[in-house]
């Protein structure tokens, strides 16, 4: 970024090339069209102290001196001047003749009268012209000069209107006017105007200038008038814009200094390796059907003392075009106390093309490097703007501000190939905000630190992003990017995004970060029909698609929060919303989904051999999932996670996707997760196999993981619906020293299906700290195929309590409600309730709560207002559904009690509160409580013992107890 400033200091071109042209006779003839007021030409004479030759005579109407001439040309070296009598202020020169002036010497007026030479044929200031001109001086290539009474005409050459009159206010051309062409001279002017007005405007090697005055170029077409308007030595011209010619800069320049200006009005204006600069004061304008800037060219104003800058002002009807380091620069230097000038460009299109952020680049900034403030910047376009490796800036280097960057297309606004919008204090000054206006805004393959970037990197903050795109947002392999600095004291601004559309993808990003003291920015993205984040980026980088604010390595700010608004948001191939906390003793931010459907979908697998270098660790490769995440990494602080809430009709979570706030390493507080989905939640299936050989799951976490201390959030959900299939779970767990968060499930219908699908809390192996609370209200509850919902401890901590209240539970094909307290824990397990109106429990599925260690198992509580049915056992008959409360390790088993209205246990059913062969721990009381009665029925078993396969009879009829189970209490038995 400190290259800009080095840009901006380099306004002046260090030398132009000087063309030798060829000399002409001087020929300087006065005509006979003012009769006894002619012209005269007197040789030799001794003018500011050298010889020359003087024009005098003329006709003198009030403050206006008019001269005719048929021929007027000067030669290489000639010095010609016009006489200045008292009391003329303008002297007006016309060429009757058929044939262009050539200038090649100096053209000056022996006082202070401004100087108007009109040749319809043209003019050619050569290498050696010079003007020596107190007042203004125009030259111009119209057939006449307008005034009020008349015209002083060169076509139709008459004698000047009798009237007294002050000044001409127009110029009328007529159908091909004649060219103007200055070829390798320096013309300048001091204190007045200096103004070229014909048919095509030609410079070539040579340098305009003025101090303290005015440099005007006005290219015309046919059949023209031009107004005028002179006021002492200051001169303006209007031209309409039907009909223009074209300007043309080649290896030119032209300057002013001091409350002075430069204006150009025309057809296609074209600078190629050309400057046009002011300094201290002036401004810069142009009215034009087109401008390219190519090979170096240069448009630049700025200020090194108090006063302010002037503007660059384009005014374009067709396109403005940068490319080839061309640069466009406002500046308000070191020692500057005044203000920089703003930059405003109206065009058609603008197309800026470059190499980046470099010297070589083409650019357009705004910056100040002193305490003055810098301009604003407005690019303002009604069809597109097109920045293809070129650099948009507003910039502070010193204590000064920075202005606003305004970019607005009525179509589209395309950030291409390293090219650059951005935002960047690197002083205690602050920079303004960045709005982006337009229909589509595409940022492609702008990897950083190019697309559009806001960046405090002191003590000054950075303003906000705010994109408003009437139809899309487009950001692949690219970034929309606002960022504090590491050591910075300053603030980066947010960022907001209102559209139709959002698609990030390839690595495209959007992103708030702070490596520092001070806070991330928010992000806020609205799209009125959908938000789509996808993919990996195909660069080396391997940048995955995402949303993210972050607080990093060595911050102590906060991360920002993230909210997204949108009827449908869709995270696939690695897609990513994330707020987290790396390595930073700031907070992760908050993330906030409020759509009609949320989909996340899909992983990226990168095999080993396509891992960069830099990544490949010991590793087999690269895994990348869909995902929403608020996470701390790493912190040596406790910090808080960020709270996910998610509010949707349907979430629909596959292939690996995740919801996710956890510690995953460091000391932290775990973020809540809260998802409310009014129809439905599906949680499907896995995605790709990581290094340990596991598929990652599907599903919502949130966890106190291996390398974390501290406690685990809460997940919350509300649903009409909850699918959950193939590996699907929602977890809160600890897996080191803290304590799992609980998990709230409330939905109308809960459907589990398939292998390693659960919704668990659990204390894992090595970790110290208590299970979360698990609490399920449904409708209905289904279970089945293995599936699960437990809460188990297996490390050093006790689980948490389960509790189910659903009027219709039904569990089938080996799924549970467990309660476990695992091999190896020391913890008590949580207890189990299940509160209902009706619960079957068959083909081998069960509601367990067990101690298989040191820990005492939790009670088991069964409250079913009519029906409690057992039926059956596994397809393979290995397993028996049932009811248990047991113990297989040191610690005892819980109570189970059972109350229903009815209860049946058939065909090979069980309820047990059985002890192990092996354990030494005490089993529970059994109580049942039916009050229609006891159906047992078929190879089934009611069990209370301390022997873990008591003999039990065939049931039929009545019941056979063993006689060792006297805490057994049944009422109303039926046989």
Same mark, same amino acid.
């Given at each position: ?9 380099? /306004?002046?071109?260090?030398? /132009? ?52 001439? =048929? ?64 007042? *203004? ?44 062409? @200055? ?49 002492? &030595? ?70 090194? %003392? ?6 660059? +002002?384009? +005014? ?20 500057? !106390? ?29 910056? !100040? ?21 070129? /650099? ?69 903050? $950075? ?20 960022? $504090? ?48 984040? *996808? ?49 930073? +003793? ?19 697998? $990168? ?22 995440? *608020? ?69 919502? /976490?949130?966890?106190? +993981? ?9 997940? =919350? ?7 959950? &299939? ?57 279970? %089945? ?55 079957? $429990?068959?083909?081998?599925? @069960? ?27 596994? *397809? ?43 354990? !030494? ?49 049944? =009422?109303?038995?039926?046989?």
């Amino acid at each position: 970024m400190h290259q800009i400033q080095k840009l901006l200091q380099k /306004f002046l071109l260090s030398n /132009f090339f000087i063309l030798a042209c060829a000399p002409v006779n001087a020929q300087i003839t006065p005509d006979n069209t003012l009769g006894t007021e002619a012209s005269r030409l007197n040789p030799n004479v001794l003018i500011n102290g050298a010889p020359g030759d003087k024009i005098e005579g003329g006709a003198v109407r009030g403050s206006n001196l008019f001269h005719s001439f =048929s021929e007027f040309n000067l030669d290489d070296g000639e010095r010609v001047y016009f006489g200045n009598p008292s009391g003329v202020e303008n002297i007006l020169t016309r060429v009757t003749g058929g044939n262009a002036s050539n200038i090649f010497g100096t053209l000056g007026v022996d006082g202070t009268a401004n100087l108007f030479l009109m040749n319809p044929n043209g003019i050619l200031f050569g290498s050696n012209a010079r003007l020596d001109v107190r007042g *203004s001086f125009l030259g111009t290539t119209a057939n006449s000069f307008v005034f009020p009474n008349g015209v002083f005409s060169a076509k139709n050459p008459q004698a000047p209107p009798l009237l007294t009159i002050s000044v001409p206010f127009g110029l009328g051309f007529g159908s091909q006017p004649g060219g103007i062409t @200055s070829q390798g001279n320096q013309l300048g002017i001091n204190d007045s105007t200096l103004a070229l007005i014909g048919g095509e405007i030609a410079l070539d090697n040579s340098v305009l200038f003025a101090n303290n005055g005015q440099v005007q170029l006005g290219a015309v077409g046919g059949n023209t008038t031009v107004g005028l308007n002179v006021n002492g &030595s200051e001169l303006n011209f209007s031209l309409a814009e039907a009909s223009r010619s074209p300007i043309a800069l080649t290896r030119s320049a032209v300057f002013t200094d001091g409350d002075s200006a430069i204006k150009l009005i025309g057809g296609q204006i074209n600078l190629n390796n050309s400057s046009l600069f002011n300094q201290n004061g002036g401004s810069i304008s142009f009215d034009a059907t087109g401008l390219s800037l190519d090979s170096n060219s240069l448009i630049g104003i700025t200020t090194e %003392g108090a006063t302010k800058a002037g503007d660059i +002002q384009i +005014q374009v009807s067709d396109a403005v075009a940068l490319a080839n380091s061309s640069k466009i620069l406002s500046n308000s230097g070191d020692s500057a !106390t005044g203000n920089g000038g703003d930059i405003s460009i109206n065009a058609k299109a603008i197309a800026i093309t470059g190499d980046g952020i470099s010297e070589n680049s083409s650019i357009i900034s705004t910056f !100040t490097s002193g305490q003055g403030n810098g301009g604003n910047l407005t690019l303002n376009a009604t069809d597109s703007i097109n920045i293809n490796g070129g /650099f948009v800036s507003i910039a502070t280097d010193g204590a000064g501000n920075a202005g606003n960057l305004t970019v607005q297309a009525g179509n589209a606004v395309n950030v291409t190939d390293t090219g650059t919008l951005s935002l960047f204090s690197n002083g205690s000054g602050s920079t303004g905000d960045l709005r982006i206006e337009t229909g589509t805004l595409r940022i492609q393959n702008a990897d950083a630190p190019g697309g559009v970037a806001a960046l405090a990197n002191r003590s000054g903050r $950075v303003g906000s992003i705010s994109i408003q795109a009437r139809d899309a947002v487009e950001v692949i392999n690219s970034l929309i990017n606002a960022q $504090v600095a590491v050591g910075s004291a300053g603030r980066a601004g947010d960022i907001t995004i209102n559209t139709q559309r959002v698609n990030l993808k390839d690595g495209g990003n959007v992103i708030t970060s702070t490596f520092s003291n001070t806070n991330a920015g928010n992000i806020v993205i609205r799209a009125s029909e959908s938000v789509d984040i *996808s993919g990996v980026s195909p660069s080396n980088s391997l940048q995955i698609t995402k949303v993210s604010s972050a607080t990093a390595t060595g911050a102590t700010g906060n991360s920002g929060n993230i909210t997204i608004e949108t009827p449908r948001l869709t995270l696939s191939q690695a897609g990513a919303v994330s707020a987290t906390s790396v390595q930073s +003793q700031g907070n992760a931010g908050n993330i906030n989904i409020r759509a009609k459907d949320v989909e996340l979908n899909g992983f990226v697998a $990168v095999p080993k051999e396509d891992v960069p270098e830099q990544f490949q660790l010991s590793v087999n490769g690269l895994l990348f999932h869909s995902e929403l995440n *608020s996470q701390v990494i790493g912190s040596n602080a406790d910090v808080q996670g960020g709270t996910i809430t998610i509010d949707t009709e349907r979430l629909r979570l596959s292939n690996g996707a995740q919801v996710n706030t956890s510690i995953v390493l460091g000391r932290g507080q775990g973020g809540n997760l809260v998802v409310r989905a009014i129809d439905s939640i599906d949680i499907t299936g896995t995605g790709g196999k990581r290094n340990d050989g596991s598929f990652a799951p599907s599903g919502l /976490f949130t966890e106190l +993981q291996t390398g974390g201390i501290g406690s685990g959030g809460t997940i =919350s959900v509300e649903t009409g619906h909850l699918n959950m &299939s193939n590996g699907g779970q929602i977890s809160a767990s600890t897996f080191n020293q803290g304590n799992a968060g609980d998990i709230a499930i409330r939905a109308a219908q809960i459907d589990l299906r398939g292998e390693n699908t659960f919704i668990i809390t659990t204390v894992e192996r090595e970790a110290r700290g208590n299970g979360g609370n698990l609490n399920i209200i449904s409708d209905r509850l289904t279970l %089945g195929d293995g599936t699960e919902v437990s809460s188990s401890t297996f490390g050093r901590g006790n689980g948490g309590n389960l509790t189910v209240n659903a009027d219709q539970l039904e569990l089938f094909g080996l799924a549970g409600l467990f309660s476990a307290v695992a091999p190896g824990a020391n913890g008590n397990g949580g207890k189990l309730s299940v509160t209902g109106n009706q619960l079957i $429990v068959r083909d081998g599925a @069960s509601v367990d709560s067990s101690t298989f260690g040191q820990g005492q198992a939790g009670d088991l509580t069964v409250n079913i207002e009519d029906l409690v049915e057992i039926v059956g056992s596994s *397809s393979d008959g290995q397993v028996s559904s049932g009811i248990f409360a047991t113990t297989i390790g040191s610690g005892n088993a819980g109570d189970l009690s059972i109350r229903t209205q009815r209860f049946s246990v058939r065909n090979g059913g069980k309820v047990s509160v059985a002890t192990g062969p092996d354990s !030494t721990g005490q089993g529970g009381n059994l109580t049942i409580n039916a009050s229609d009665g006891v159906e047992v029925v078929g190879f089934s078993m009611i069990i209370d013992s301390k022997a873990f396969y008591p003999l039990a009879a065939k049931v039929r009829g009545k019941p056979e107890i063993s006689p060792s189970i006297p805490r057994v209490s049944m =009422s109303k038995i039926k046989v």
